[in-house]
């Protein structure tokens, strides 16, 4: 009996104890299960400031914008200072190249100015030459007319920089008011008052040549034209040619009276074209100055 109650003892002993132990156990998994989510709930409440459920105080906000606006403003000033001074550059190798033009146009300005000074006593001397057939025995003279018929007159500048300007819509690039007006003063007079001096001048030369076409023979004309191209000098410019008489044929008063005057129409004709020349140089001489002094490209 009183083994068997020992025994029960025991048994109860035991089992208080396992329960205990299961008790703790449980506890331990229950507690190991309750922090972490509490440290999550206070992970939640406790939001980082860059969350992206964190509100964001004004000054904030205004602080992004200022930054993102001085960002692209300085942007934009330096993206405009580079165009400024690409701008600069295509102005500056524009206008220096419109230098060197307009020199070379003043210089051909200069060489048909002297031409026109040269041939001027020719041209007194065929007019006398005509009006006095018998005295010439109706030959016009080699020395007077042969350095007209060759001695070409006239130039026409084709002002390729500033149509190109104007063509591709640079000539904005040009700020300084006082050289845009100064270009297009210079343009204008070419195109208007130049080049009408030029025609002029052509087209009296040209009445002269058709009317030694009509009322001259050629023979010794055309002999003189095999030799001059045989020679190298008269191949490479008319001017170095040899001197050749025309056999005027024809006695008519009146058609030689209208040779005659051709060489003074060509007279007058190539004074006009002098005064276009003179100003042309003006013009042109006052431009490169201009050019230079403001740009600097002496």
Known sequence: MAENIDEEHLDNSANHQAKNLSEDIISTEVIETIIPNQEIKNMEVHKHPH??????????????FLMIFLAVTL?????AFREHINDRS????YLSSMVEELKY?????????NKINFLRPFLDSCYMNVKEPERFNYV??????????????GYKPTLPTIEQLKSSGNLRLVENRLVINKIMEYETFVHGVYEQHYVNTSNATNKVYALEDELCDYRDFNAKLDENMKQVAGQLNPESSELYDMKIIVTNPEKLNALANSFVNSKANNYGYATGLNNAIKIATELIKLLENKYNLE
Do not use: C, S
């Open 75 to 79: 942007g934009f000033f330096a993206e």
């Open 90 to 93: 295509k102005e500056k190798e």
């Open 140 to 153: 016009l003279l080699a020395r007077w007319n042969t350095p007209i018929n060759e001695m070409g007159l």
């Open 51 to 64: 969350h992206v459920t964190h509100k964001k105080k004004w000054g904030e906000y205004f602080l992004e």
């Open 105 to 113: 146009d003043t210089a051909q300005y200069q060489m048909t100015l």
